[in-house]
């Protein structure tokens, strides 16, 4: 498939089913990351365009869709987890040419987003609410009843998988979503429409803006119709979203990011760890929020881990995602400029290994050789802040105290994974651990569309996937009625 196979029209905002072109007849370049090369034009949405946006959802809501059984919702869901399917080839191709994503990376991403869309088709019909004993006359009950417009802003790493948990989690509850996805990636976001148009959707449940951040986004964000906001990327951003979101009172779902840490003990089957101890820290460029960019290890077998991940980290290729390797480039020549200051600062450190940049890697492609440091202090930059690229950081531990004590030492808490044999020692630290997620004896678990997936701290708060999401995407009423 080559951009000239798209089948909808890249250019346009997506507003009640209809393709149309942004108010502001402006549009920006859409660049291919693995060779730099522009690949096409993408609408640049405006506040116009948002105002449309929402008013379509609304009137959504107040007509077709609104009317809708929880079972109808859930088969449209169903639906277009069905045509995923069938095109997850296609969109994992459009993916990759548009993220820069290796090919399996991407089809893996395809399958989720059929994954999330079945499931949360299959969820829709199953969300109730309880009866409370009270008074003696009384009837209570509670009503999980959808927001009502709900804004989706979306970065470029995971488009696909963020939409079907953030989208798929919202429609499946009853509300209309105006989605808007990232200015750098957002050519699946645009086939995720045009999939929702033939799934038969009612006009209005879905739209997409593209367009820049600080204009389309900051316009959904501060939308006063829009009654709840997710949203997935940086931390600075984040709290310009909340802020936003404040000036409404209208509840957030922020996931920011994490600085995620692997604890292998002693008694770990450091085997099995080693290939989740790499991949999770490489593993789309480690432009990932749950990557985990630091693996702290028990002083008896750092040495062992070490060796390790270092002789994995030599066989690691990195080149253009159509020839499917370990890694493909960064998002953008910002990104890579990013993480060439962080690998700056790791100057003072010593590098374990490297990985190796294939030779006939287009010169423009954003590309980076995925770095292990060794022997860093837990207070370093490097071990501190979020770099968002292939770069993991080894640390040494004493004991199962120092461990929690390093592993909660950042301003994030995302996903943390122990692995021992210990389970009493799993127990302990999973609870001591501070982390939305944590994982024992592997790391991630696949992507699970099924777990509650959020963070604490600068990682964000609220709670997407699984059935949890859909406690967030709706509203709880209580009612209680007197019987005379
Ligand atoms: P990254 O640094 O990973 O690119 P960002 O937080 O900048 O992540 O972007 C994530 C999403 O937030 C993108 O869709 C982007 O357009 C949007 N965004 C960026 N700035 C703003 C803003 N001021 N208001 C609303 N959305 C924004």
């Known amino acids: 498939m080559t951009l000239n196979d798209l089948w909808f029209d890249a250019t346009c905002c997506f507003i009640a089913n209809e393709w149309v072109t942004p108010d502001s007849g402006r549009f920006l370049d859409l660049h291919n990351p693995s060779t730099g090369l522009a690949i096409c034009q993408i609408a640049r949405g405006s506040a116009t365009d948002i105002n449309r946006a929402v008013e379509q959802a609304q009137k959504a809501l107040d007509s077709d869709w609104g009317r809708l059984s929880a079972a109808e919702r859930g088969r449209f869901l169903s639906r277009m987890g069905q045509l995923v399917r069938e095109k997850v080839d296609t969109l994992a191709r459009l993916e990759s040419i548009d993220v820069g994503k290796p090919l399996t990376q991407a089809r893996a991403d395809a399958v989720a987003l059929a994954r999330y869309l079945e499931f949360y088709g299959g969820a829709a019909d199953k969300v109730h609410g309880s009866t409370i004993p009270y008074l003696e006359g009384y009837t209570v009950y509670t009503l999980r009843e959808p927001h009502g417009v709900t804004g989706h802003i979306i970065p470029w790493n995971y488009p696909m998988q963020i939409i079907g948990r953030s989208v798929g989690a919202a429609l499946a509850m009853g509300n209309a979503a105006v989605l808007k996805p990232a200015e750098e990636a957002c050519l699946s976001a645009l086939a995720f429409a045009d999939i929702a148009r033939e799934a038969g959707l009612p006009a209005g449940a879905l739209n997409v803006i593209p367009g820049l951040g600080q204009e389309a986004g900051a316009a959904l964000a501060a939308h006063p119709a829009v009654r709840h906001i997710s949203f997935t990327g940086s931390v600075s951003v984040g709290k310009l979203i909340q802020t936003a979101a404040a000036s ?18 002693a008694d770990a089957n450091i085997d099995s ?3 989740f101890l790499v991949n999770a820290g490489i593993q789309n460029t480690g432009q990932t929020c749950s990557a985990s960019s630091r693996i702290l290890v028990h002083r008896t077998v750092y040495d062992e881990v070490l060796d390790k991940m270092a002789e994995r980290y030599c066989a690691l290729r990195v080149g253009p995602a159509m020839n499917d390797l370990d890694a493909g480039p960064l998002i953008s020549a910002r990104q890579k400029t990013t993480v060439h200051e ?11 290994a490297q990985g190796k940049i294939i030779s006939d890697a287009p010169s423009a492609g954003y590309y980076v050789a995925p770095t292990l440091f060794d022997q860093v202090d837990s207070q370093h930059t490097l071990a501190q802040e979020e770099i968002f690229g292939p770069v993991q950081v080894l640390i040494a531990f004493e004991d199962d105290e120092q461990a929690i004590q390093i592993a909660n030492g950042t301003n994030y808490g995302l996903v943390a994974s122990i692995w021992s044999r210990d389970g009493a020692r799993q127990m302990r630290l999973a609870k001591q651990l501070r982390s939305g ?25 609220g709670r997407e996937k699984g059935f949890e999401a859909l406690y967030g995407f709706s509203s709880l009423k209580t009612v209680a009625a007197k019987h005379d």
């Open 248 to 265: 409404n009172a209208v509840p957030v779902t922020l996931e920011l990011g994490g600085k995620s840490p692997q604890l292998v003990f």
């Open 437 to 461: 997620q944590v994982f024992i004896n592997n790391y991630g678990a696949g992507g699970g569309v099924e777990l509650p997936f959020g963070g604490t701290g600068l990682s964000g708060h």
């Open 342 to 352: 962080f690998l700056a600062r790791g100057a003072d450190l010593h590098i374990a």
């Open 273 to 275: 760890a080693l290939p």
